[in-house]
Protein backbone atom coordinates (compact mmCIF):
# COMPACT_ATOMS: atom_id res chain seq x y z
CA UNK A 1 0.00 0.00 0.00
CA UNK A 2 3.10 2.23 1.03
CA UNK A 3 4.05 1.56 -2.95
CA UNK A 4 0.54 2.06 -4.25
CA UNK A 5 0.41 5.54 -2.29
CA UNK A 6 3.39 6.86 -3.21
CA UNK A 7 2.88 5.92 -7.40
CA UNK A 8 -0.58 7.46 -7.13
CA UNK A 9 0.89 10.70 -5.82
CA UNK A 10 3.63 10.24 -9.00
CA UNK A 11 0.72 9.81 -11.57
CA UNK A 12 -1.11 12.98 -10.06
CA UNK A 13 1.73 14.71 -10.56
CA UNK A 14 2.71 13.52 -14.09
CA UNK A 15 -0.92 14.49 -14.65
CA UNK A 16 -0.87 17.62 -14.35
CA UNK A 17 1.69 18.53 -15.81
CA UNK A 18 -0.20 18.15 -19.47
CA UNK A 19 -3.57 19.30 -18.34
CA UNK A 20 -5.42 22.14 -17.57
CA UNK A 21 -7.12 22.51 -14.43
CA UNK A 22 -8.01 19.92 -11.50
CA UNK A 23 -8.01 15.74 -11.69
CA UNK A 24 -10.12 13.67 -9.70
CA UNK A 25 -10.03 10.28 -8.61
CA UNK A 26 -13.50 8.69 -8.87
CA UNK A 27 -12.95 5.45 -6.68
CA UNK A 28 -10.31 6.15 -4.36
CA UNK A 29 -11.34 3.11 -1.77
CA UNK A 30 -11.95 0.67 -4.55
CA UNK A 31 -9.10 1.03 -6.52
CA UNK A 32 -5.94 1.07 -3.23
CA UNK A 33 -8.14 -1.87 -1.54
CA UNK A 34 -6.25 -4.72 -3.52
CA UNK A 35 -2.80 -3.32 -1.86
CA UNK A 36 -4.19 -3.35 0.84
CA UNK A 37 -5.03 -6.80 0.56
CA UNK A 38 -1.45 -7.64 -0.59
CA UNK A 39 0.04 -5.94 2.49
CA UNK A 40 -1.88 -8.41 4.24
CA UNK A 41 -0.86 -10.98 2.86
CA UNK A 42 2.47 -10.33 3.28
CA UNK A 43 2.69 -9.41 7.01
CA UNK A 44 0.47 -12.46 7.39
CA UNK A 45 2.98 -14.60 5.89
CA UNK A 46 5.78 -13.14 7.97
CA UNK A 47 3.98 -13.28 11.74
CA UNK A 48 2.52 -16.83 10.56
CA UNK A 49 6.04 -18.12 9.91
CA UNK A 50 7.04 -16.53 13.23
CA UNK A 51 4.47 -18.14 15.26
CA UNK A 52 5.12 -21.51 14.40
CA UNK A 53 8.61 -21.08 14.92
CA UNK A 54 8.06 -20.24 18.25
CA UNK A 55 5.73 -22.74 18.86
CA UNK A 56 2.64 -20.43 19.39
CA UNK A 57 -0.79 -22.77 19.90
CA UNK A 58 -3.53 -21.97 17.19
CA UNK A 59 -1.33 -19.43 15.54
CA UNK A 60 -3.64 -19.30 13.12
CA UNK A 61 -6.31 -16.78 14.07
CA UNK A 62 -3.78 -15.07 16.31
CA UNK A 63 -1.18 -14.37 13.25
CA UNK A 64 -4.13 -12.85 11.47
CA UNK A 65 -5.40 -10.91 14.04
CA UNK A 66 -1.76 -9.31 14.46
CA UNK A 67 -1.40 -8.88 10.70
CA UNK A 68 -4.38 -6.85 10.15
CA UNK A 69 -3.38 -4.24 12.96
CA UNK A 70 0.22 -4.31 11.42
CA UNK A 71 -1.81 -2.98 7.90
CA UNK A 72 -4.02 -1.18 9.82
CA UNK A 73 -0.39 1.23 10.64
CA UNK A 74 0.79 0.54 7.06
CA UNK A 75 -2.09 2.00 5.73
CA UNK A 76 -2.58 4.83 8.20
CA UNK A 77 1.20 5.99 7.13
CA UNK A 78 0.45 5.03 3.71
CA UNK A 79 -2.33 7.65 3.67
CA UNK A 80 -0.07 10.21 5.86
CA UNK A 81 2.55 10.55 2.76
CA UNK A 82 -0.13 10.62 0.32
CA UNK A 83 -1.40 14.02 2.13
CA UNK A 84 2.01 15.27 2.49
CA UNK A 85 2.73 14.45 -0.85
CA UNK A 86 -0.32 16.06 -2.04
CA UNK A 87 0.62 19.84 -0.15
CA UNK A 88 4.30 19.54 -1.16
CA UNK A 89 4.56 18.21 -4.82
CA UNK A 90 5.25 20.36 -7.42
CA UNK A 91 3.73 20.70 -11.55
CA UNK A 92 3.87 23.39 -14.57
CA UNK A 93 7.63 24.31 -13.30
CA UNK A 94 7.16 24.45 -9.48
CA UNK A 95 4.55 26.92 -9.73
CA UNK A 96 1.38 24.89 -7.93
CA UNK A 97 0.82 21.58 -6.51
CA UNK A 98 -1.57 19.59 -8.50
CA UNK A 99 -5.26 20.33 -8.25
CA UNK A 100 -6.34 16.70 -6.50
CA UNK A 101 -9.64 15.35 -5.48
CA UNK A 102 -10.52 11.96 -4.43
CA UNK A 103 -13.71 10.48 -4.06
CA UNK A 104 -14.43 7.39 -1.64
CA UNK A 105 -16.69 5.96 1.44
CA UNK A 106 -18.97 3.51 -0.51
CA UNK A 107 -16.54 0.31 -0.74
CA UNK A 108 -17.66 -2.04 2.37
CA UNK A 109 -14.78 -4.23 2.57
CA UNK A 110 -12.30 -4.55 4.99
CA UNK A 111 -9.38 -3.54 2.82
CA UNK A 112 -11.90 -0.32 1.40
CA UNK A 113 -12.90 0.55 4.93
CA UNK A 114 -9.61 1.00 6.27
CA UNK A 115 -8.52 3.18 3.17
CA UNK A 116 -11.00 5.34 3.77
CA UNK A 117 -10.76 5.69 7.52
CA UNK A 118 -6.94 6.31 7.67
CA UNK A 119 -7.45 9.03 4.89
CA UNK A 120 -9.60 10.67 7.17
CA UNK A 121 -7.62 9.97 10.30
CA UNK A 122 -4.82 11.49 8.60
CA UNK A 123 -6.67 14.28 7.39
CA UNK A 124 -7.83 15.24 11.03
CA UNK A 125 -4.13 14.88 12.17
CA UNK A 126 -3.09 17.18 9.66
CA UNK A 127 0.55 18.23 8.28
CA UNK A 128 3.55 18.95 10.60
CA UNK A 129 2.37 20.91 13.60
CA UNK A 130 -1.40 20.53 12.99
CA UNK A 131 -1.41 22.26 9.74
CA UNK A 132 -4.99 21.85 7.80
CA UNK A 133 -3.98 19.70 4.80
CA UNK A 134 -5.18 21.97 0.82
CA UNK A 135 -5.12 19.01 -0.85
CA UNK A 136 -6.45 16.38 -1.37
CA UNK A 137 -10.18 17.60 -2.06
CA UNK A 138 -11.57 14.65 -0.15
CA UNK A 139 -15.23 13.73 -1.36
CA UNK A 140 -17.27 11.59 0.75
CA UNK A 141 -19.94 9.44 -1.53
CA UNK A 142 -23.63 9.30 0.57
CA UNK A 143 -25.59 5.89 -0.62
CA UNK A 144 -28.51 4.65 1.67
CA UNK A 145 -28.00 1.17 2.10
CA UNK A 146 -23.96 1.64 2.44
CA UNK A 147 -23.42 5.13 5.04
CA UNK A 148 -26.50 6.69 5.24
CA UNK A 149 -28.52 5.04 7.70
CA UNK A 150 -27.59 3.68 11.01
CA UNK A 151 -27.42 0.10 10.56
CA UNK A 152 -25.33 0.54 7.35
CA UNK A 153 -22.21 -0.96 7.45
CA UNK A 154 -20.09 2.28 6.45
CA UNK A 155 -22.35 4.15 8.62
CA UNK A 156 -19.07 4.47 11.33
CA UNK A 157 -17.15 6.35 8.68
CA UNK A 158 -20.04 8.51 7.61
CA UNK A 159 -19.65 9.80 11.04
CA UNK A 160 -15.97 9.98 11.12
CA UNK A 161 -16.42 11.94 8.03
CA UNK A 162 -18.60 14.74 9.82
CA UNK A 163 -15.68 15.10 12.49
CA UNK A 164 -13.06 15.43 9.76
CA UNK A 165 -15.19 17.77 8.11
CA UNK A 166 -15.63 19.61 11.13
CA UNK A 167 -11.65 20.20 11.77
CA UNK A 168 -10.52 20.47 8.77
CA UNK A 169 -13.75 21.59 6.23
CA UNK A 170 -12.89 18.42 4.38
CA UNK A 171 -14.83 15.80 3.22
CA UNK A 172 -17.35 17.56 0.84
CA UNK A 173 -20.14 15.21 0.22
CA UNK A 174 -21.70 13.59 -3.28
CA UNK A 175 -24.65 12.14 -3.18
CA UNK A 176 -25.29 9.48 -5.48
CA UNK A 177 -29.23 9.15 -4.37
CA UNK A 178 -30.14 12.33 -5.78
CA UNK A 179 -32.74 11.22 -8.77
CA UNK A 180 -30.50 12.51 -11.71
CA UNK A 181 -27.53 10.67 -10.20
CA UNK A 182 -28.83 8.12 -9.04
CA UNK A 183 -30.33 7.26 -12.82
CA UNK A 184 -26.81 6.40 -13.62
CA UNK A 185 -26.52 4.20 -10.69
CA UNK A 186 -26.64 0.23 -11.76
CA UNK A 187 -24.66 -1.14 -8.23
CA UNK A 188 -21.26 -0.89 -9.59
CA UNK A 189 -18.48 1.28 -8.22
CA UNK A 190 -17.84 2.76 -11.60
CA UNK A 191 -21.36 3.92 -12.08
CA UNK A 192 -21.52 6.24 -8.72
CA UNK A 193 -21.29 9.93 -9.11
CA UNK A 194 -18.16 11.29 -8.45
CA UNK A 195 -17.27 14.90 -8.87
CA UNK A 196 -13.85 17.07 -9.34
CA UNK A 197 -12.63 20.12 -6.85
CA UNK A 198 -15.41 22.59 -5.82
CA UNK A 199 -17.91 21.02 -8.94
CA UNK A 200 -16.96 19.38 -12.42
CA UNK A 201 -18.90 16.62 -12.86
CA UNK A 202 -19.10 14.11 -15.85
CA UNK A 203 -20.96 11.20 -16.26
CA UNK A 204 -23.49 11.35 -18.83
CA UNK A 205 -22.09 10.10 -22.66
CA UNK A 206 -23.53 10.09 -26.26
CA UNK A 207 -20.50 8.01 -27.38
CA UNK A 208 -19.86 5.49 -24.59
CA UNK A 209 -19.90 4.63 -21.45
CA UNK A 210 -22.23 6.38 -18.79
CA UNK A 211 -19.51 6.73 -16.08
CA UNK A 212 -16.96 9.62 -14.54
CA UNK A 213 -14.34 7.38 -14.81
CA UNK A 214 -11.43 8.13 -17.84
CA UNK A 215 -13.45 11.08 -18.97
CA UNK A 216 -13.52 15.20 -18.08
CA UNK A 217 -14.75 18.24 -18.87
CA UNK A 218 -12.68 19.52 -21.98
CA UNK A 219 -13.29 23.59 -22.11
CA UNK A 220 -16.64 26.23 -20.65
CA UNK A 221 -17.66 29.12 -21.32
CA UNK A 222 -19.04 31.72 -18.83
CA UNK A 223 -22.31 33.90 -19.80
CA UNK A 224 -22.31 37.00 -17.70
CA UNK A 225 -26.44 37.00 -17.08
CA UNK A 226 -26.20 40.03 -15.28
CA UNK A 227 -24.87 42.16 -18.02
CA UNK A 228 -27.81 40.89 -20.50
CA UNK A 229 -30.14 41.61 -18.16
CA UNK A 230 -29.26 45.38 -18.03
CA UNK A 231 -29.03 45.47 -21.52
CA UNK A 232 -32.33 43.82 -22.11
CA UNK A 233 -35.48 45.83 -22.46
CA UNK A 234 -37.88 43.50 -20.64
CA UNK A 235 -37.70 39.48 -20.19
CA UNK A 236 -38.77 39.19 -23.02
CA UNK A 237 -36.18 41.10 -24.58
CA UNK A 238 -33.50 38.92 -22.66
CA UNK A 239 -34.46 35.75 -23.25
CA UNK A 240 -34.08 36.96 -27.08
CA UNK A 241 -30.60 37.97 -26.08
CA UNK A 242 -29.97 34.82 -24.13
CA UNK A 243 -30.73 32.64 -26.75
CA UNK A 244 -28.51 34.40 -28.95
CA UNK A 245 -25.17 33.92 -26.47
CA UNK A 246 -25.74 30.73 -25.77
CA UNK A 247 -25.65 29.57 -29.67
CA UNK A 248 -22.66 30.94 -29.46
CA UNK A 249 -21.31 29.40 -26.81
CA UNK A 250 -21.99 26.14 -28.33
CA UNK A 251 -20.68 26.93 -31.40
CA UNK A 252 -17.42 28.36 -29.68
CA UNK A 253 -17.10 25.27 -27.87
CA UNK A 254 -17.16 23.03 -30.67
CA UNK A 255 -14.54 24.89 -32.67
CA UNK A 256 -12.41 24.66 -29.65
CA UNK A 257 -13.16 21.05 -29.52
CA UNK A 258 -11.88 20.97 -33.14
CA UNK A 259 -8.76 22.80 -32.59
CA UNK A 260 -8.20 20.41 -29.60
CA UNK A 261 -8.71 17.04 -31.45
CA UNK A 262 -5.82 17.86 -33.73
CA UNK A 263 -3.30 16.88 -31.19
CA UNK A 264 -1.67 13.72 -31.39
CA UNK A 265 -0.90 11.64 -28.33
CA UNK A 266 2.58 12.61 -28.77
CA UNK A 267 1.49 16.20 -27.55
CA UNK A 268 0.46 14.39 -24.09
CA UNK A 269 1.95 11.37 -23.68
CA UNK A 270 1.00 10.47 -20.23
CA UNK A 271 -2.39 12.17 -20.00
CA UNK A 272 -3.43 9.73 -23.85
CA UNK A 273 -0.75 7.10 -23.76
CA UNK A 274 -1.47 6.01 -20.00
CA UNK A 275 -4.80 4.56 -20.08
CA UNK A 276 -5.93 8.00 -17.64
CA UNK A 277 -8.32 9.03 -20.75
CA UNK A 278 -10.66 5.60 -21.41
CA UNK A 279 -9.01 3.82 -24.29
CA UNK A 280 -6.27 6.15 -24.73
CA UNK A 281 -4.15 3.56 -24.29
CA UNK A 282 -4.58 1.73 -27.46
CA UNK A 283 -3.92 4.61 -29.60
CA UNK A 284 -0.53 5.16 -30.99
CA UNK A 285 1.47 7.97 -30.83
CA UNK A 286 0.77 9.97 -33.78
CA UNK A 287 -3.17 9.43 -33.80
CA UNK A 288 -5.42 12.18 -33.32
CA UNK A 289 -7.45 12.92 -30.27
CA UNK A 290 -10.80 13.89 -31.98
CA UNK A 291 -12.23 10.16 -31.18
CA UNK A 292 -10.95 9.87 -27.72
CA UNK A 293 -11.76 13.47 -27.03
CA UNK A 294 -15.38 12.90 -27.85
CA UNK A 295 -15.80 10.89 -24.30
CA UNK A 296 -15.37 14.79 -22.79
CA UNK A 297 -18.01 17.16 -21.75
CA UNK A 298 -18.22 21.03 -23.67
CA UNK A 299 -20.08 23.77 -21.12
CA UNK A 300 -21.92 26.27 -21.28
CA UNK A 301 -21.80 28.02 -17.37
CA UNK A 302 -23.16 31.28 -16.54
CA UNK A 303 -22.47 33.81 -13.53
CA UNK A 304 -24.98 36.12 -11.77
CA UNK A 305 -28.09 34.82 -11.85
CA UNK A 306 -28.96 36.86 -8.46
CA UNK A 307 -28.07 39.97 -9.97
CA UNK A 308 -29.44 39.31 -13.14
CA UNK A 309 -32.66 39.16 -11.52
CA UNK A 310 -32.47 42.23 -9.40
CA UNK A 311 -31.73 44.14 -12.79
CA UNK A 312 -35.00 42.25 -14.60
CA UNK A 313 -37.56 42.70 -11.84
CA UNK A 314 -36.31 44.05 -8.34
CA UNK A 315 -35.40 41.20 -6.29
CA UNK A 316 -32.96 38.44 -6.45
CA UNK A 317 -34.29 34.25 -6.37
CA UNK A 318 -33.36 33.83 -2.11
CA UNK A 319 -36.13 36.30 -1.30
CA UNK A 320 -38.51 36.39 -3.29
CA UNK A 321 -40.73 33.46 -4.95
CA UNK A 322 -41.64 34.80 -8.48
CA UNK A 323 -37.98 35.61 -8.80
CA UNK A 324 -36.89 32.15 -7.91
CA UNK A 325 -39.54 30.98 -10.76
CA UNK A 326 -37.74 33.61 -13.55
CA UNK A 327 -34.63 32.36 -12.19
CA UNK A 328 -35.02 28.50 -12.56
CA UNK A 329 -36.84 29.06 -15.85
CA UNK A 330 -33.76 31.09 -17.43
CA UNK A 331 -31.00 28.18 -15.79
CA UNK A 332 -33.90 25.41 -17.56
CA UNK A 333 -33.40 28.01 -20.67
CA UNK A 334 -29.55 27.18 -21.03
CA UNK A 335 -30.06 23.64 -20.04
CA UNK A 336 -32.43 22.80 -22.71
CA UNK A 337 -30.74 24.49 -24.98
CA UNK A 338 -27.68 22.59 -24.14
CA UNK A 339 -29.29 19.16 -24.47
CA UNK A 340 -30.61 20.32 -27.84
CA UNK A 341 -27.07 20.46 -29.07
CA UNK A 342 -26.07 17.53 -27.76
CA UNK A 343 -28.60 15.51 -30.12
CA UNK A 344 -28.31 18.32 -33.03
CA UNK A 345 -23.89 18.01 -33.06
CA UNK A 346 -23.48 14.51 -31.44
CA UNK A 347 -21.38 15.93 -28.43
CA UNK A 348 -21.83 16.07 -24.64
CA UNK A 349 -23.10 19.47 -24.36
CA UNK A 350 -23.68 20.47 -20.50
CA UNK A 351 -24.75 23.11 -18.24
CA UNK A 352 -22.23 24.46 -15.47
CA UNK A 353 -22.87 26.57 -12.52
CA UNK A 354 -19.19 28.25 -13.14
CA UNK A 355 -17.10 28.12 -9.91
CA UNK A 356 -16.46 31.92 -11.53
CA UNK A 357 -12.39 32.01 -9.94
CA UNK A 358 -11.54 35.43 -11.47
CA UNK A 359 -14.42 36.02 -13.73
CA UNK A 360 -16.75 37.17 -11.00
CA UNK A 361 -14.67 40.07 -10.25
CA UNK A 362 -14.05 40.78 -14.12
CA UNK A 363 -17.51 40.43 -15.65
CA UNK A 364 -18.79 42.61 -12.49
CA UNK A 365 -15.96 45.69 -13.73
CA UNK A 366 -17.15 44.95 -17.09
CA UNK A 367 -20.21 45.27 -16.74
CA UNK A 368 -20.00 48.29 -14.17
CA UNK A 369 -17.42 49.98 -16.32
CA UNK A 370 -19.93 50.22 -19.34
CA UNK A 371 -23.23 50.81 -17.50
CA UNK A 372 -22.41 52.04 -14.02
CA UNK A 373 -23.22 51.44 -10.23
CA UNK A 374 -26.82 49.76 -10.33
CA UNK A 375 -28.32 48.70 -6.59
CA UNK A 376 -28.43 45.06 -5.96
CA UNK A 377 -26.38 44.32 -9.41
CA UNK A 378 -23.53 46.41 -9.52
CA UNK A 379 -22.66 48.06 -6.51
CA UNK A 380 -19.84 45.05 -4.99
CA UNK A 381 -16.76 43.83 -6.49
CA UNK A 382 -18.59 40.72 -7.66
CA UNK A 383 -21.10 38.79 -9.52
CA UNK A 384 -22.56 35.74 -7.41
CA UNK A 385 -21.68 32.69 -8.57
CA UNK A 386 -23.82 30.47 -10.24
CA UNK A 387 -27.28 30.00 -9.21
CA UNK A 388 -26.41 31.15 -5.32
CA UNK A 389 -28.39 32.63 -3.16
CA UNK A 390 -25.88 35.90 -2.34
CA UNK A 391 -23.67 35.07 0.05
CA UNK A 392 -24.64 38.52 1.85
CA UNK A 393 -28.00 37.99 1.97
CA UNK A 394 -29.37 36.60 5.74
CA UNK A 395 -31.17 32.87 5.49
CA UNK A 396 -31.64 29.94 7.06
CA UNK A 397 -29.40 27.60 6.54
CA UNK A 398 -31.87 24.83 5.35
CA UNK A 399 -34.07 27.30 3.38
CA UNK A 400 -31.02 28.09 1.22
CA UNK A 401 -30.85 24.50 0.55
CA UNK A 402 -34.19 24.05 -0.50
CA UNK A 403 -34.14 27.19 -2.87
CA UNK A 404 -30.59 25.74 -4.63
CA UNK A 405 -31.31 22.36 -4.64
CA UNK A 406 -33.46 22.40 -7.83
CA UNK A 407 -30.76 23.92 -9.97
CA UNK A 408 -28.48 20.59 -9.19
CA UNK A 409 -30.58 19.17 -11.63
CA UNK A 410 -30.40 21.43 -14.11
CA UNK A 411 -26.77 22.40 -14.34
CA UNK A 412 -25.52 18.61 -14.99
CA UNK A 413 -21.53 19.53 -15.75
CA UNK A 414 -21.51 20.84 -12.16
CA UNK A 415 -22.86 22.40 -8.85
CA UNK A 416 -22.45 22.42 -5.36
CA UNK A 417 -24.33 24.08 -2.47
CA UNK A 418 -22.15 26.12 0.80
CA UNK A 419 -23.59 26.40 3.91
CA UNK A 420 -21.65 28.53 5.80
CA UNK A 421 -21.54 28.44 9.92
CA UNK A 422 -20.40 30.44 12.94
CA UNK A 423 -18.74 28.74 16.02
CA UNK A 424 -16.35 25.48 16.45
CA UNK A 425 -18.19 23.06 14.33
CA UNK A 426 -16.73 19.82 15.78
CA UNK A 427 -18.59 20.65 19.27
CA UNK A 428 -21.76 19.76 17.37
CA UNK A 429 -21.11 16.93 14.79
CA UNK A 430 -25.35 16.43 14.90
CA UNK A 431 -26.14 19.95 13.49
CA UNK A 432 -23.57 18.86 10.76
CA UNK A 433 -25.14 15.59 10.43
CA UNK A 434 -28.55 17.41 10.16
CA UNK A 435 -27.26 19.86 7.64
CA UNK A 436 -26.15 16.94 5.27
CA UNK A 437 -28.89 15.01 5.48
CA UNK A 438 -31.30 17.78 4.84
CA UNK A 439 -29.03 17.74 1.46
CA UNK A 440 -29.60 14.79 0.73
CA UNK A 441 -33.30 14.49 1.23
CA UNK A 442 -33.75 17.98 -0.71
CA UNK A 443 -32.10 16.54 -3.56
CA UNK A 444 -28.50 18.57 -3.13
CA UNK A 445 -26.25 16.79 -5.75
CA UNK A 446 -23.27 18.20 -4.18
CA UNK A 447 -22.33 20.15 -1.05
CA UNK A 448 -20.03 21.19 1.53
CA UNK A 449 -19.69 22.90 4.54
CA UNK A 450 -18.03 26.08 5.58
CA UNK A 451 -16.60 27.58 9.38
CA UNK A 452 -14.17 29.25 10.80
CA UNK A 453 -10.49 27.07 10.73
CA UNK A 454 -7.80 29.08 12.86
CA UNK A 455 -4.50 27.96 14.19
CA UNK A 456 -1.64 30.25 16.14
CA UNK A 457 1.28 29.84 14.70
CA UNK A 458 2.99 31.39 17.68
CA UNK A 459 1.55 28.58 20.09
CA UNK A 460 -0.21 25.56 17.84
CA UNK A 461 -3.55 26.34 19.74
CA UNK A 462 -6.17 25.03 16.85
CA UNK A 463 -10.04 26.56 17.36
CA UNK A 464 -11.65 29.99 16.54
CA UNK A 465 -9.16 32.96 16.87
CA UNK A 466 -10.97 36.56 17.40
CA UNK A 467 -8.55 39.60 17.85
CA UNK A 468 -5.69 37.73 19.85
CA UNK A 469 -4.71 33.61 20.92
CA UNK A 470 -6.74 32.83 23.87
CA UNK A 471 -3.77 30.32 24.56
CA UNK A 472 -0.98 32.51 24.31
CA UNK A 473 -2.73 36.28 24.13
CA UNK A 474 -0.89 36.62 20.02
CA UNK A 475 -2.11 39.67 17.85
CA UNK A 476 -0.36 39.26 15.06
CA UNK A 477 -2.66 38.70 12.05
CA UNK A 478 0.46 37.52 10.34
CA UNK A 479 0.71 35.30 12.82
CA UNK A 480 -3.02 33.41 12.42
CA UNK A 481 -3.44 30.97 10.20
CA UNK A 482 -7.04 31.50 8.88
CA UNK A 483 -8.12 28.48 6.99
CA UNK A 484 -11.17 29.63 4.28
CA UNK A 485 -12.78 28.25 1.23
CA UNK A 486 -12.73 30.06 -1.38
CA UNK A 487 -14.86 28.51 -4.81
CA UNK A 488 -14.00 25.05 -3.61
CA UNK A 489 -10.16 25.59 -2.51
CA UNK A 490 -8.46 26.27 0.90
CA UNK A 491 -6.55 29.00 1.70
CA UNK A 492 -4.61 30.03 4.56
CA UNK A 493 -4.43 33.55 3.24
CA UNK A 494 -6.87 35.82 1.68
CA UNK A 495 -3.95 37.94 0.48
CA UNK A 496 -3.43 35.34 -2.19
CA UNK A 497 -6.51 35.64 -4.03
CA UNK A 498 -8.25 38.68 -6.22
CA UNK A 499 -10.36 41.97 -4.87
CA UNK A 500 -13.27 40.06 -5.73
CA UNK A 501 -13.11 36.71 -3.86
CA UNK A 502 -11.55 38.81 -0.89
CA UNK A 503 -14.39 41.11 -0.92
CA UNK A 504 -17.25 37.98 -1.19
CA UNK A 505 -15.46 36.49 1.48
CA UNK A 506 -15.34 39.66 3.72
CA UNK A 507 -19.60 39.40 2.44
CA UNK A 508 -20.94 36.33 3.89
CA UNK A 509 -23.26 35.76 6.31
CA UNK A 510 -23.69 33.10 8.41
CA UNK A 511 -26.51 30.14 8.04
CA UNK A 512 -28.12 29.55 11.61
Same mark, same amino acid.
Given at each position: ????????????????????????????????????????????????????????????????????????????? #???????????????????????????????????????????????????????????????????????????????????????????????????????????????????????????????????????????????????????????????????????????????????????????????????????? #????????????????????????????????? #???????????????????????????????????????????????????? #??????????????????????????????????????????????????????????????????????????????????????????????????????????????????????????????????????????????????????
Amino acid at each position: IMSAMGLTSIILQANQNQQHGGQSIPMFDYDLAPYVKKTFNNFYSEVSAEMQEDGVIEWEEKAEDRAWKKTERAVYQ #ACEAFIHNSNSMHSRGGSQTPFVSINLGTDTSIEGRMITKNLLLATQAGLGDGETPIFPIIVFKIKEGINYNPDDPNHDLYRLSLETTSKRLFPNYVFIDAPFNLKYYDGTPESEIATMGCRTRTISNVHGKETPIGRGNLSFTTINLPLLAIESEDVSDFFRKLDKYVDISIRQLYDRYLYQAQKTVANFKFLYGQGLW #ANGEDLDINDHLAEILKQGTLSVGFVGLAEALV #ALIGKHHGEDETAWSLGFDIIRFIRDKTDVATMKHNMNYTTLATPAESFAGK #ALRQTKKKHGEIRGVTDREYFTNGFHVPVYYKIKAFDKIKKEAPFHELTNAGHITYIELDGDASKNIDALDAIVRTMKESGIGYGSINHPVDRCLECNHKGIINNECPKCGNEDEHRIERIRRITGYLVGSMGKWNTAKQAEERDRVKHS
